[in-house]
Nanobody, 125 residues
């Protein structure tokens, strides 16, 4: 089992930045692909970004490419999502997720085994 706890969400004005953290505990963090997803109000949960276990490969949704950066620190068992140039369309509950097997970065919910409880990000115009 892997337990994931997100933090760093909040209210920010358009154009601002936030950094989300995802602290993992339980079985080894190193072997997992880590992903960030989000669920806007009234919409389905969607993929945002993913990173392989070594941290040398990343993948982003087109909507966040160039604005968001995913990273991880395996010594601290923590993944991060740096979000810059935020706009109201980024308002959502953000979830981190872990997928056993650290090679392929999946974009579908079913490819991830473990999920955090989510953290709210609200961007005001």
């Amino acid at each position: 089992q892997v337990q994931l706890v997100e933090s760093g969400g909040g209210l920010v004005q358009a154009g601002g930045s936030l950094r989300l953290s995802c602290a993992a505990s339980g079985r080894s963090f190193r072997g997992n692909v880590m992903g960030w997803f989000r669920q806007p109000p009234g919409k389905e949960r969607e993929f945002v970004a993913g990173i392989n276990w070594t941290g040398d490969r990343t993948y982003y949704a087109d909507s966040v490419k160039g604005r968001f950066t995913i990273s991880r620190d395996n010594d601290k068992n923590t993944a991060y999502l740096q979000m810059n140039s935020l706009n109201p369309e980024d308002t959502a509950v953000y979830y981190c997720a872990a997928a056993a097997g650290g090679i392929r970065i999946g974009v579908r919910l079913g490819e991830y085994n473990y999920w955090g409880q989510g953290t709210q990000v609200t961007v005001s115009s």
